[in-house]
């Protein structure tokens, strides 16, 4: 597997392998696209009792959809699942990652903290693992360009069928 250097990312944009909604080509950099923090957030309760982690568990149970204008506050030693405003679409024969960036991680921010790997042939919007490890409260803004999408080339071709098939919100 390779990665996509930024002509091959618009190549690949061009010949519409890659689909991203909505498109901002000033955020092709020279291995990835910068990706956008949407305003929905999935906040983890304050529950006190033991949540079993299976092949069945379901972050729903645990959790509370909001929704934000302004910024979202989060404190330090939380995490929270946020959703990137673009819509992404591979081709069967691309993969990607998404990874923060390092301008944020500076701050103690983890933008996306597991599960980086993006399957082939994926059409949906990105769901981000957000946790503040700094000792400071972050105000995070919708609309910030809070990571990036690294496009990689498959050996073969496949498209993602699993549970999070058609995911848009976190």
Do not use: W
């Not at 149970?61 to 929704?67: D, F, G, R």
């Not at 957000?130 to 690294?150: D, K, M, Y």
């Not at 498959?154 to 999070?164: D, I, L, N, P, S």
Request: with cysteine; charged share 20%; aromatic share 8%.
């Amino acid at each position: 597997m390779g990665v996509l250097t930024r002509d091959e990312i618009l190549k690949a944009i061009e010949e519409q392998r890659i689909e991203i909604e909505p498109y901002f080509p000033e955020f092709v950099g020279p291995g990835s696209v910068d990706l956008h923090l949407g305003n929905q957030f999935r906040v983890f309760q304050k529950l006190h009792q033991i949540y079993h982690v299976t092949d069945d568990s379901d972050f729903h149970q645990v959790t509370q959809l909001v929704e934000v204008e302004d910024h979202f506050v989060l404190m330090p030693g939380e995490t929270v699942l946020g959703v990137t405003t673009e819509r992404i679409k591979l081709a069967p024969s691309l993969c990607g990652r998404l990874e923060g960036r390092s301008r944020f991680a500076r701050l103690g921010l983890m933008v996306h903290i597991t599960a980086g790997f993006m399957q082939p042939g994926i059409n949906n919007h990105q769901v981000l693992e957000i946790s503040n490890v700094s000792s400071i409260p972050l105000a995070l803004h919708p609309g910030t360009r809070l990571c990036q999408f690294i496009f990689e080339t498959c050996v073969g071709e496949a498209t993602y069928q699993g549970r999070f098939v058609d995911q848009s919100i976190p």
